[in-house]
């Protein structure tokens, strides 16, 4: 039996967005009334999003997303496999140094 964990929208606290271009990562608060979205990466300048609707679809998923996580009746969850299959190596966080 595969075990799940189920997550509820209010876990959700933040989006990132990550720079195609230097892998730096933008946290968004989730539960801010206003997020701004960059029109380029605030490490390295490149363009972003890079197509022209790319923002306004970020935009309306943050909106669709506070408004979703409203509602109480009925109550929406996401489910993940856990454990969670392993990240891409440039997710994985840095490994602790060895002996602590």
């Known amino acids: ?8 929208l209010k876990d959700l606290s933040s989006l990132s967005l990550e720079c195609p271009e ?13 997020t701004r979205l ?8 490149a363009s972003w999003p890079t197509k022209n609707n790319e923002a306004e679809v970020i935009r309306q998923f943050i909106n669709l997303y506070r408004a979703v996580r409203n509602i109480k009746s009925p109550r929406i969850t996401f489910r993940t496999p856990w454990p ?4 891409p190596k440039s997710q994985e966080p840095p490994e602790a140094p060895k002996g602590q």
């Open 22 to 34: 230097c892998n730096s990562q933008l946290v968004l608060d989730m539960s801010k009334e206003e």
């Open 1 to 8: 039996m595969e075990q799940q964990r189920v997550l509820d």
């Open 84 to 87: 969670m299959e392993e990240a």
């Open 38 to 45: 960059f029109r380029t990466c605030p490490s390295c300048n």
